[in-house]
Structure formats: C-alpha cells, structure tokens
C-alpha cells in the first residue's frame, strides 16, 4: 500500500498541473493511493506513524528536498535498528533544482513515478546530528573547532570550513558510499604560505565524533534545514533508511 505525503506547498496554483500529470501518471501505473497533505501545524512524525498502522508500506514525499528531509524524520522512529522496518521511502520531486533528486537518480516530474513503480529499493545509512537525521551532508563555518575522535583530537586555529558527508559525488579523490557505515568529514581552510593563500583540507571517516567550538555553531542539514547548538555530535545510522532509487543514483 502506497501513502503519499504532499507538502503544503502544492496547494499554490503554479504546481496545480504539474500535480495532475503526476497524479494521472500513478493512475496508470496502477501504485495510486491515500493522498495527506503536510500543513503547517500537523505532526509529521504522527501522520506517518498513522498511516503505517493502517498498513501502509511505501510512504512517498511529494515536494521538493525539504519535503523528503520531513518524512525522513517522520519515518525514523519507525526504523531505530538496520532491517527492523519494512518501511520503504520514496521521493517524487515536484520542483526542479534540488540536491537529493539527482543523487537518488531520480528526475522531477511524472518521470519519477516509473522511478517509483520499478521499485529500485536501497538500504543507505542515514546520517545524525544531534539527534536529528540527515541524509546528504551537514555543513559549516566554525572558529577555532576541535573535533574529538575516540581517545584522539585535532584542534583548528582560526575558522575553518567543514562538511560532514553521507551521501554526495566524490569529493576530490575520495568517494563517498551511504552503505559503508561511517561518514566522511571534510575541513578545509586557508593559510597564507609566502605570499599566497593555500587550502588546507583533512579528510577523516568515522562512525562518530564530537565537534565543539569557542562560539555557537551553526550547521545546516541538506541545504535546506539550520541547527545552532554549543556542541555538534555526530553519528552514522547504518542502514536504518530503506529507499526506491533510480538506476541512475550516484553510489
């Protein structure tokens, strides 16, 4: 049974043809199903929580990237150990232009409903900050940040950039894979050497680590969602995300 979960913005007019010629195509397809919309004051987290109970076993977000970050959240609490849930998550992206379509292989638009009906599932890993779950990266700007690993510590003097990767194209020559069990962290920054600036990057992967700064942090989850705390810990979640993806996804 299929649940599709619209967000609230597809109510605006502009999105009203696009909505039909993907409607009609799930009519074809034959993987129609209960449509809920996601207002502003209704609880993700309870809708899905509903719908699982009343059998459903693909919940799908209809919108854009911020939308799948949304049922992602919701979808969790139903999948706390790798395998425990036959919760499958599927994404039909509306809107053009966003990160976690293309990573997925999966196209905006009536396209994605074949993407859907093919029904390339894939166990990933989800990754944590603070207790909230991200599924691309986790980035940010941080002054003098010290990262504490295990029984080890490294310490940046000045700010510095970072990104803390789950899923993503490769990233120099390091490849990123959402199935290995750990995360890749990335921090670069600039250091004048004679009389120019270079760029300095680290490259660490790792299940888990704590980042603290001398100021607030702020780190914004999928480039969509910002987070401010006094201190970033961090967590891989393996496997715990069953999701459809295209033949073409990027891992």
């Not at 993907?22 to 309870?46: C, N, S, W």
């Not at 990767?165 to 890749?184: M, Q, R, W």
Request: net charge negative.
């Amino acid at each position: 049974m299929y649940s599709y979960l619209y967000d609230e913005f597809l109510e605006d007019k502009r999105y009203e043809r696009e909505v039909g010629v993907i409607e009609t195509r799930l009519t074809d397809l034959g993987i129609m199903g209960k449509v809920t919309r996601l207002a502003l004051f209704r609880d993700p987290v309870a809708v899905v929580k509903n719908e699982i109970a009343d059998g459903a076993r693909t919940v799908v977000a209809v919108g854009d990237d911020g939308t799948l970050r949304r049922v992602l959240e919701a979808v969790l609490p139903n999948c706390r150990q790798s395998g425990e849930s036959q919760v499958v998550v599927g994404f039909i992206p509306v809107v053009k232009g966003g990160v976690l379509g293309p990573l997925l292989g999966i196209d905006a638009g009536s396209s994605a409903c074949d993407t859907l009906s093919a029904r390339l599932v894939q166990e990933i890993d989800l990754g944590e900050v603070n207790g909230r779950p991200y599924l691309h990266a986790a980035a940010g700007t941080f002054h003098s940040p010290k990262l504490s690993l295990q029984q080890s510590e490294m310490i940046w003097s000045g700010w510095a950039d970072f990104q803390i990767i789950n899923l993503a194209l490769s990233v120099g020559k390091f490849e990123i894979d959402p199935t290995d069990g750990a995360l890749d962290f990335f921090a670069s920054q600039l250091k004048r050497r004679w009389f120019r600036k270079e760029e300095y990057l680290t490259h660490l992967r790792a299940g888990s680590f704590l980042l603290t700064s001398d100021k607030k942090m702020t780190v914004i989850l999928d480039s969509e969602e910002s987070l401010t705390a006094d201190q970033l810990i961090f967590q891989v979640l393996p496997g715990r995300l069953r999701l459809v993806t295209g033949k073409d996804r990027r891992f």
